[in-house]
């Protein structure tokens, strides 16, 4: 395989300043935690971004100043200058989307190059992927997940069945278009037998063989790449997507997604080993959220009118409106436990400013026991009957808070009771989507 320009471009840097340590940072709930503001505030101390699993599905939100991006495959870094982001062997990538987000960022002023590089083994999304994603929810009916339909599942499907595309072979346009045909004819072959329409050839390898065009230079073997920035001392953050509960082996399975989204799932996904790896941050907020379907013992549909009131909590990347419910500390408990979450960022406490009496699940009934721990299936956790604590609401705005000591006495306690609940240190609260809205503990 020939040399990339982008890669071979990347600047010598002298090794990062502070000694963070790579940090891999997962979402500790179902997903849109605030994972990507919190990258966005970290990234001040690590030279390097790294997305490791999932795809378009994820849609992490930065605001910067006035302006918002939401950003679904490019790692949250890439907004900083001198930052490296690098899309892992672990992330399924939509060549055609991955085009759509660099041609918007580069509309918005932001530079994006020699500072984005691209896995050779990442798999791709292929159009009848997003075919056969639409296809089988609408065959389950009222069974459906509510998955985002960008062709995730049968992506990793292709790939764990090794009949897969990889991003390298976007290197050679001839013996690709071959791949496309002959992968082409088998999956209309499946989405025929599913009863949906079959794909024609054009004018989808055209748009491909485009993109391909664009994305070759950021194409190269990542591994190596990631391997050598750690030996020249970068320090690399790890951008979980999805969240602990969509995890393909630990989530709320067969209502999850299809990649593994705990902290394991950042080793596999980028090639760097297990003992490299120095702390992980659970990102988690200050009550929960959903969407799509599957068990969710605290959903309370007042919580979520109130939020949608507020013009919070619809998604990023579907525009669906979220599911919402209290805070629930039995999932995040066993979030911490397989992530192993050293350190905790609460998210959107300002959620709750004017919540009078605000319910924690501590435990969950089942069948006549008390449950510490989530069952593992789902059928069972969605019979699952929350027990609640009630904390007192302090019914005043967070949002000017700067420092922990500046935050009402009530929820400075109730922060604290979500970390002691969770069992890991409390180092972050985010109390506005603005980098400055954040509290260091
Ligand atoms: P991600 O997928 O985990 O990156 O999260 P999303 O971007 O999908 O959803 C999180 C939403 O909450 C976005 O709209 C963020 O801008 C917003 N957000 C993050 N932290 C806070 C916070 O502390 N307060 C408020 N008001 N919004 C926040
Ligand atoms: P970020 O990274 C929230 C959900 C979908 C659906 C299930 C399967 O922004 O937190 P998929 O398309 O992956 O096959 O859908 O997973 N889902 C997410 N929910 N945040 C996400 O990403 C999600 N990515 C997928 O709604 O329930
Ligand atoms: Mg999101």
């Known amino acids: 395989m020939k040399i990339t320009p982008f890669a071979a471009r990347v600047p010598r840097l002298r090794p990062d300043p502070i000694i963070m340590a790579n940090t891999i940072l997962v979402g500790a709930q179902w997903g849109d935690e605030g994972k990507g503001k919190i990258i966005d505030f970290l990234t001040d101390e690590a030279g390097v971004v790294v997305r490791t699993q999932g795809g ?49 960022l580069r509309k918005k002023g932001v530079p994006v190059g020699a500072n984005l590089l691209l896995s050779d083994s990442a798999h791709l999304v292929m159009p009848w992927h997003r075919a056969l994603d639409e296809a ?64 024609p050839l054009q004018p989808a390898l055209r748009h491909y063989l485009a993109a391909a065009k664009v994305l070759r230079p950021h194409i190269t073997n990542t591994v190596v790449w990631l391997h050598d920035a750690m030996a020249r001392g970068r320090n690399m953050l790890f951008e979980g997507a999805q969240g602990t509960y969509l995890d393909l082996d630990h989530g709320t399975y067969p209502f999850v997604t299809s990649s593994n989204t705990t902290a394991g799932g950042a080793c596999t996904g980028s090639g760097v080993p297990p003992h490299r790896m120095d702390r992980v941050i659970g990102v988690m907020k200050a009550y929960t959220t959903r969407v799509g379907e599957g068990p969710f013992p605290t959903e309370d549909d007042t919580i979520g009118e109130m939020l949608h009131g507020m013009g919070r909590e619809f998604g990023a990347t579907t525009g669906r409106a979220r599911r919402c419910g209290w805070f629930d500390a039995v999932a995040t408990r066993y979030a911490a436990m397989i992530n192993g979450i050293d350190e905790l960022a609460i998210t959107n406490l300002d959620g709750l ?23 593992t299936d789902a059928d069972s956790w969605a019979r699952c009957r929350p027990v609640y604590r009630t904390f007192r609401g302090w019914m005043q705005d967070t949002s000017k808070a700067r420092r922990f000591a500046q935050l009402p006495p009530a929820a400075r306690t109730y922060v604290k009771a979500l970390a002691g609940l969770t069992g890991a240190k409390l180092r972050i609260v985010s109390i506005g989507a603005g980098h400055d809205e954040t509290i260091r503990l």
């Open 56 to 104: 378009n599905n994820a849609g992490h939100t930065i605001v910067h100043g006035n302006k918002k991006f939401v950003l679904h495959l490019i790692p949250s870094g890439i907004l900083r200058r001198g930052k490296i982001c690098v899309i892992g062997n672990g992330v399924v990538v939509d060549p055609l989307a991955l085009v759509t987000e660099i041609t918007g």
């Open 353 to 375: 400013d004017r919540v009078p009496r605000i319910k924690v699940c501590t435990a969950y009934r089942l069948d006549g026991k008390t449950l510490k721990h989530p069952p």
């Open 136 to 199: 089988r929810e609408q065959r389950k009916g009222r069974n459906k997940i509510g998955t985002t339909k960008r062709g995730i599942g049968p992506a990793y499907g292709d790939k764990a069945a090794r009949t897969g595309l990889r991003t390298g072979d976007l290197l050679d346009a001839v013996s690709f278009a071959a791949k496309f045909k002959a992968r082409l004819r088998e999956s209309n072959a499946v989405l025929r037998s599913l009863g949906a329409k079959p794909l």
